[in-house]
DNA sequence: TCCGGTGTGCGTACAGTGTTCGCAACGAGG
DNA sequence: CCTCGTTGCGAACACTGTACGCACACCGGA
């Protein structure tokens, strides 16, 4: 109010190019998107808060953006430029798709909003980072001697993203709590109990839980990835042993 | 306008409890709900929208919903009904495994915003449906003999979650394009050629797109997902032959 | 030196969202 | 008959994503 009060044109100092940022531009952009949605998730990210945030109005946005789905899609992108594939060398594949299955992990826990994300958006896979991530473990399902590669890829990435979708979630909800993850497990506790009292095999299972109260919940979590990913690393190997068909 | 220009109080026929709809419960806002996601998609679903559909005020749904977000997890809940896992009968479980991944996945194709949601929702995992899902199969395997069901189930889970959520996705975007699944194909093959150009495994590999347009997607989708869930099936009989550990 | 044209920033407005408040009307119990 | 707790809801608030159109900065040519 008091900074603007007459729209008379009689400006002394004219605007003179507020250098302190370098401009506005799409890159910028996503970078700082990216920090937002990491800092305090998806439903946080409002196109005027971005706005804000870079010293810019909010339609301005619109200059370099189409829309604030395509926003996304560039994010999406942009982040899956973290995720690591060792390169292809044969007889190695073994811990080459571990590692690769990993990296993948690690980013989408970095970034909990992308797996959610992921699963709504459609067409960000034809980006090109995410293209060359699926070059990349083509390569070296190839090298490795996979008759059927699609099937291999399939097999491990849709094992991946199930398991980091479910953990991405549960950290965000650890995220909202406001709590650390043990506190929120020891909170959580007896709702769990609650809910698993009437099925014996859970109950059963959950005793997991209440280690998990004490013991480091995030080394527990690594280790379940883990032992996951042996199993359908094994499957995988009986298809190279044996190359039927 | 002319339905109601006085507010004179000289009303005739009162509003008589008009009992075309059964009232306003619980029941039938997720009921109605569901349909509404299945029909349109997550972002069609507002609170006005939907109570309109139920000849309700959108204030209305608050008496019997605390948030749009609890209304999302009893919608998840609710279709996890759906989810069909045979009984544990021991050495059968390979097939009863297979049933429980297929019956998971048609639930998920059949209500393709479940995937997105479960992957945001954090808690929605204590519902009684799903509780008495992870139930079911958790007794499947321990029938079985594995000896770390636990392991098992994240395994499999994670690899139909994730499967799921990537079939759910594109069948998404399949619907809001208005188009057919092999008529979005071929419009989308000059785009995805010229993606994966630069790749040479991809552009490989994507020559099965080329097929897709001929034959039928969606059994080619099938296909897929039967095979990759055997390499998975086959790392579990693994662990099964021989208990180790 | 001026002069258009082009691209960038953005104030404002619109239609829609989830949710809250407070009031009106109802059915049941005393 | 009169209360009381419950249910429905009109209106309002604080937001959201996005379209429109104007103002201004720059730049190549005259």
Known sequence: ???KPSPIPSVWARPQRESDQPALSRAAIVREAIVMLDAEGVEALSMRKLA???NAGAASLYRHVATKDELMELAVD????????PPADGPEWRAAVTEAARSFRTTALRHPWLPPVLGQAGLAYLGPNLMSYSERLAALFTAAGFPDPGTAIDAVLSYVIGMSTTEAAWLTTVSRSGDSESGLIARLLPA????TAPHSHLSQGYAETEEAATTDPAALRDAKFEAALDIVLDGLSLRLDTPGS
Chains 1, 2 share one sequence.
């Open 192 to 195: 769990v109990q609650q809910a």
């Open 52 to 54: 804000t945030r870079l």
């Open 1 to 3: 109010m008091t900074t």
């Open 78 to 85: 942009e982040v899956a430029a973290e995720i690591h594939v």
